[in-house]
Structures are given as C-alpha cells and as structure tokens.
C-alpha cells in the first residue's frame, strides 16, 4: 500500500509537470511574421498628434478623433481594402489607436503574404462606423460600445480579446493581483498579492512584444483595477481601463507599452506614443496574442450592427467578474 502511494505522488508529480510544460509552451506560440506586422503598423503612427475623447470639435482641437479615425480608415464601396492613412488619424485617443493598430497590422500582414486573405466584406465589417457621414455610412450611423467589431473594440471589458476569441485568430491570457477590499473580491480566497508576488506572476514572463493589452491600473490607491465595466450607479466604482500594446520592459523591468496616452495638463501634448509604468500600478492585465491572423478573412460574419452582449452590458448595466472574463476570452 505504501508503494502504491509513493508511486501515484511520483505519477501525479509527473502529470503535474507535463501540464506546467504544456501550458508554458501553449504561450511560447508566436507568429513572427505578426508579431513585426504590429510592429510595422505602430511605427507607421506619427507622434504625439493630441488626445481628445470629445464628440464636438473645440478651439484645442478643430476635428474630432471620430472624424479622423472615420478620414483615416478611407474606402469607397468598390475598394478591395481601405487606404489606412494612420498619420491623419490625430487627436486620438487609446481604443482608437488600437484598433486603428490592429487594422493597419492586419493590412501589412495581408500584403506580405503575396496574396489577398482578407477579402473587402471583412474590410467593411471592421470599418469604425463613427457618426461620421461617408459613401458606406451615409446615415452617419454610430457604434455603441459592444455593437460592431469597432463597438467591440472600444467598449469596457478586454475587447480586442473578445474578438480575437470570436474569430479564432489566437489566444489570451490574464494576470490578477486580485481585490484589495472584501467588497470586490469574488470568493473568500482571493488574494491580494504581496508587490514581490506580483511582479513575479508568470503572465509578465508570457508576454511578447507586439501582444495586444488591456491594462486595469490601480489608480490613486484605489480598487478600480478589480473593476470590469459599468454599473451606470453614480458615486460607485467604475472601470478604469487602458488599451495598448505591449512594447517590452525597460531596463527596471518596467512595463512599456504603446496607445494613445493623455497628458492630463496639457491634452495637445498627448497622443501616440510609448509610455512606462510600474507593474505594481497595474491591477489586472489581459493580454492577447495573434497567430491566426488569417481569421480575419472571417471578419465580415460579424455585421456593423450585430451585438455582443456582453461587452454591451459592461457600457452602463453592470460590472462582469472575472470567470466571466476568462469565458469570453477563452482564457483557461
């Protein structure tokens, strides 16, 4: 009886091991020619250019991010694939350079491939539909946060991972410090780690450059970063969330990232750009790796105007937890 029981911990231990390498293999999975297609995309960006979220134009700021990401992206009913002028596409603001990223990527990717994958429906299912006026969006209609793959992108929640997950086109994964007060803590044994814990957790040994992010800070001390989404109740709690890509750590093992960034004294002064910050001012991170990006081609089965719950509700109904995070991204 004895040996038995040495001899299951022995083969549990092994199991346990062949899972550990499986699963760190699982994250070892990159596309390179992906990988430099983002790179590529992001350098095609000026500088700086403002950061501005307003709808109507003011004396900072002569047009809005809407109407430039709406000027950028450029196509007429019989293109093939829209033109992408990304240095028109000042002020902008993080979703909006990300998204605008991902489009650009999967273009640069698409054309060196020697070949055409990603056919003009695709293209017109991902055009940002921005209350902008144009050949296609001659209604001027407007994505709602969750509506549309722009909808899905710009909305709270891990947007970019929710459609990679819906397209096949790769894979996420997540670090949580956890919540620091017993009010959003999802079950009696969340932890919140120790800054040593956190800076160790193996989602920052995962990361590569060019992986897309969803960074939740831990802002001013509060628990914002444990947040996901809106409750639409004034006074509580909300997301606090940042769209970007991961560019690599800095010689402090700092994380560097790419987005839209604001400069809060000075908006002008924002814009594209790498920015640093601490690991311990993150919270929770959703990181998002493409290694299909031919599934994009499928991109034209999700309509301008088709819904994903979800990511819809998050906008004003309610906050999501974390297990429904992890389900609609596809995270183990």
């Known amino acids: 009886m004895k040996k038995f029981t040495i001899c299951a911990m022995a083969a549990a231990l092994a199991f346990a091991a062949a899972v550990t390498a499986y699963a760190d293999d699982k994250y070892e999975r990159v596309d390179a020619d992906w990988q430099r297609a983002v790179t590529a995309a992001i350098d095609s960006f000026p500088e700086g250019g403002g950061y501005y979220m307003g709808r ?20 007429q009913p019989t293109d093939s694939q829209p033109r992408l002028d990304v240095a028109a596409a000042t002020p902008s603001f993080d979703a909006m350079a990300v998204y605008m990223a991902l489009l650009k990527a999967i273009q640069v990717w698409d054309a060196g491939n020697g070949q055409q994958d990603v056919p003009n429906l695709s293209w017109f299912s991902m055009k940002p ?58 079950d009696k044994k969340e932890h919140y780690m120790t800054d040593e814990e956190w800076i160790t957790d193996p989602a920052w040994a995962y990361a590569r450059k060019g992986d897309f992010m969803k960074i939740f800070p831990n802002r001013d001390g509060s628990d914002c970063g444990a947040i996901i989404g809106d409750n639409g109740k004034p006074g509580e709690e909300q997301e606090c969330s940042i769209n970007a890509i991961f560019m690599g750590y800095d010689d402090d093992g700092n994380v560097m990232y790419w987005s839209s960034n604001n400069n809060e004294t000075d908006p002008a002064k924002g814009g594209y750009g790498v920015k640093v910050c601490r690991r311990t001012d993150i919270q929770r991170v959703v990181f998002t790796r493409i290694t299909e990006p031919e599934k994009f081609a499928d991109a034209k089965k999700w309509r301008a105007s088709k819904v994903h719950k979800w990511l819809k509700e998050l906008g004003s109904k309610r906050h999501g937890t974390g297990k429904e995070l992890k389900k609609q991204c596809g995270i183990d």
Request: charged share 20%; glycine share 16%.
């Open 129 to 186: 539909f921005c209350g902008v006026t144009d050949v296609i969006n001659n209604q001027g209609y407007t994505q709602t946060d969750g509506e549309g793959l722009w909808g899905m992108a710009k909305a709270n929640g891990p947007g970019i991972a929710v459609i990679v997950k819906e397209l096949g086109a790769g894979f996420s994964f997540m670090g949580y410090r956890g919540a620091k007060t017993k009010e959003y803590r999802e």
């Open 56 to 75: 109507n134009a003011n004396a900072q700021f002569r047009r809005t991010a809407w109407r430039a990401m709406n000027e950028a992206f450029g196509m």
